[in-house]
């Protein structure tokens, strides 16, 4: 298995409140992503990053930023949490940034309530 | 606006029959296609791929189809196994260099039946 730890795995939070979910990786691959599943909407991509401190939105940016200050940990904060983000939440990792080159490897995911 | 169509919820088999996973796309930039099988409480897992310049790609009991002009992909498992029931993911990718932006269709849950 791909070395992706996501944490915490569970959280359950008040609405307005800043969370921060965690990406830690130890295979040093370039590429990193957060994904948000939700019943009928399959995975959305949230943010990524290509680099260190190098970012960029998904479909489903919104209401949420990253920070990558090292290569192994991509953080995702969702400043003031919204009942729309109750989701579960998964990072993912991989060495190319083209699907033709290489697959992408999947953490357990985190799952978020906002009540 | 769905890129990606899993129009089939839900599959239920007979061990050691066929299943035949449906996928329909939209986007005709779309050029590599994934399939990806998840098991409650882990993340997916790659599973199989094809490229857009292929017809079929087939990895042991796992072959997926893919017909460009109707814009359909179908990944077929024979013979069906019990481990094999999960939540399978449907993705495309328009192959820009740079980032790993895939699309994902709503899955599928397939049920092998001993």
């Known amino acids: 298995d791909a070395g992706i730890t996501q944490s915490p795995r569970h959280k359950v939070t008040e609405t307005g409140t800043p969370v921060t979910l965690r990406c830690h990786q130890t295979?040093?691959?370039?590429?990193m992503y957060w994904y948000r599943q939700d019943p009928g909407h399959g995975l959305r991509l949230i943010h990524y990053s290509y680099g260190v401190k190098d970012t960029d939105k998904g479909e489903v940016s919104d209401g949420y930023s990253v920070s990558r200050s090292k290569t192994e940990d991509f953080l995702l904060t969702l400043e003031s949490a919204t009942s729309s983000q109750t989701s579960v939440y998964f990072c993912a990792i991989s060495e190319s940034g083209r699907a033709t080159n290489t697959e992408a490897f999947f953490g357990q995911g985190t799952r978020l309530t906002v009540v | 606006d769905q890129q990606v169509k899993q129009n089939s919820p839900s599959l239920s088999v007979q061990e050691g029959r066929i299943s035949i996973l449906n996928c329909d796309y939209t986007n005709s930039m779309f050029d590599y296609f994934l399939w990806y099988k998840k098991y409650p409480a882990e993340g997916p897992t790659f599973l199989i791929s094809?490229?857009?310049?292929?017809d079929k790609n087939e990895d042991g009991r796992f072959t997926v189809f893919l017909n460009k002009s109707a814009k359909h992909l179908s990944l077929h498992i024979v013979p069906s196994q019990p481990g094999d029931s999960a939540v399978y993911f449907c993705?495309?990718?328009?192959?820009?260099?740079?980032?790993?932006?895939?699309?994902f269709g709503k899955g599928t849950k397939l049920s092998v039946i001993p």
């Open positions: 094809i490229s857009s310049i292929k």
């Open positions: 295979e040093n691959h370039r590429y």
């Open positions: 993705a495309a990718s328009a192959g820009r260099a740079g980032s790993y932006q895939l699309t």
